[in-house]
């Protein structure tokens, strides 16, 4: 199947229109629904005169006159729908690949690249990828692409330490079990915090398939009241992606230092790479794998090596609201490098999991955005503080979001998270709670 073909079917997913109390609009998107063009050609030009402006009308009309080959009037009626709607990525999708058809390369490549920064469904993103590589082929040229975001944040956190709520937990000491009563400092602090964030990316093609990419990332956390636990993280990841027929392999190198109370806290160094596969115009598989090295400053029994896998699967439905799913499972060992008891009773286990991601779109400028993760994690140590068990733990965060698009590098998300750890040893179960507001602005 074309990448043509790929993006109709794609985007004829839609669902981003409300039901119209017009009926010409509503035959005219069921004519475009089934694909049947040339009646909807005719339709619209019976009626373009009195409804030309209408946002359901015109962004119809347009993806019937691309699709009968008159580009000019497609591109100048979803023009209109842009203009309106600048948020807008399905008609701003229709718009470039308008251009595209006409031959203007320069104006397909702007839009395209401007629904790429709107972060797209990971199936339309490759799409888009293919796109834009045709673009630089036919231009002759290979551009260096830049891209980027800034944000900020300001919410609540119930339990910004990641700590039990009990003001006492049993251990053994001596061969006797005892409860060990906790001091406030070592119980669960909430707190407000501010977030900052941003980060860089330069993209830079290299032969007809091949692309080098080089990233910068950066967040701060600060809370007023509890600063022991303000964060700062400092990452950056270089690597190749190549550009195939319904594949894209990528290799990179990261690496990361994590800060704690203004303290180097965490170094990773590590290697990734990953292969993202198209099924079919709505369905994308992935497969990943990481090893990367962990060292801590002040904790040396935490210093590991860690590996993991993943293999996952994305999939958009031809429905109302354009529901989206990515779910994938993964498995994992932590390495301690240490031999000590409390090296292997924290630090060294097993991990496996799952994460689900599910995305819809309520209209042109509001999006719907949930995640579950689910993770078991088996230490191999026994633990003397407590009666010799080896820790286990069951962990699950879930979050909601709505991201509101009022332009289309302006991004406000009110989100909600929770966070639970469930483990045979009551020192490490804990509950937590997040809120926050966030604005970002893509470059």
């Not at 999708?93 to 702007?110: C, I, S, T, V």
């Not at 596969?277 to 090893?291: I, V």
């Not at 809120?435 to 602005?441: G, M, P, V």
Request: aromatic share 10%; with cysteine.
């Amino acid at each position: 199947m074309t990448i043509r073909k790929q993006m109709l079917c794609l985007f004829l997913c839609g669902g981003l229109l409300g039901s119209s109390a017009f009926a010409v609009t509503g035959d005219l998107a069921q004519l475009v629904n089934q694909q049947r063009f040339d009646e909807a050609w005719a339709l619209a030009l019976d009626h373009r005169f009195d409804r030309e402006g209408e946002i359901e009308f015109d962004l119809y009309y347009g993806m019937a006159a691309i699709e009968t080959g008159h580009f000019s009037e497609g591109v100048f009626a979803l023009e209109r729908v842009v203009m309106q709607r600048p948020g807008f990525a399905r008609a701003r999708l229709e718009l470039a690949r308008g251009h595209f058809l006409a031959g203007d390369l320069d104006r397909a490549a702007y839009h395209f690249e401007m629904v790429q920064a709107q972060d797209p469904p990971p199936t339309v993103s490759v799409i888009i990828d293919r796109y834009l590589q045709r673009i630089e082929q036919r231009s002759a040229r290979r551009e260096t692409r830049f891209s980027g975001s800034v944000g900020i944040g300001l919410g609540y956190d119930t339990n910004v330490n990641s700590a039990t709520s009990s003001d006492q937990i049993s251990v053994t000491l001596g061969g006797l079990d005892a409860d060990l009563q906790l001091d406030a400092d070592s119980q669960a602090k909430d707190d407000l915090f501010l977030t900052l964030r941003g980060d860089g990316r330069v993209d830079h093609p290299v032969g007809e398939r091949w692309t080098v990419f080089g990233q910068i990332e950066a967040a701060a956390r600060r809370q007023p009241d509890e600063s022991d636990f303000d964060t700062l993280r400092l990452g950056t990841r270089v690597g190749g992606r190549w550009q195939g027929d319904g594949i894209v392999p990528q290799v990179a190198l990261r690496a990361q230092r994590f800060y704690l109370d203004g303290d180097a806290f965490q170094d990773l160094l590590g290697i990734s790479a990953s292969l993202n596969q198209s099924l079919s115009p709505f369905m994308l598989a992935t497969y990943g794998l990481e090893l990367a090295n962990l060292s801590h400053d002040d904790s040396p029994d935490s210093d590991a090596n860690l590996a993991s896998g993943s293999v996952g699967l994305v999939h958009a439905w031809r429905a109302p609201l354009s529901p989206l799913v990515n779910a994938s499972v993964f498995a994992g060992v932590v390495d301690a490098r240490r031999s000590t008891t409390a090296a292997e009773a924290n630090t060294d286990r097993w991990q496996t999991g799952l994460n689900v991601q599910g995305r819809l779109q309520l209209n042109p400028s509001w999006r719907l955005s949930s995640a579950v993760q689910y993770r078991h994690s088996r230490y191999s140590g026994r633990n003397p503080l407590f009666d010799n068990d080896r820790r286990v733990d069951d962990f699950l965060q879930f979050s909601l979001a709505a991201d509101w698009q009022p332009m289309p590098r302006v991004q406000v998300t009110p989100r909600a998270e929770y966070r639970t750890n469930r483990s045979n040893l009551d020192l490490y179960t804990y509950d937590r709670a997040v809120a926050e507001l966030q604005a970002q602005y893509r470059l």
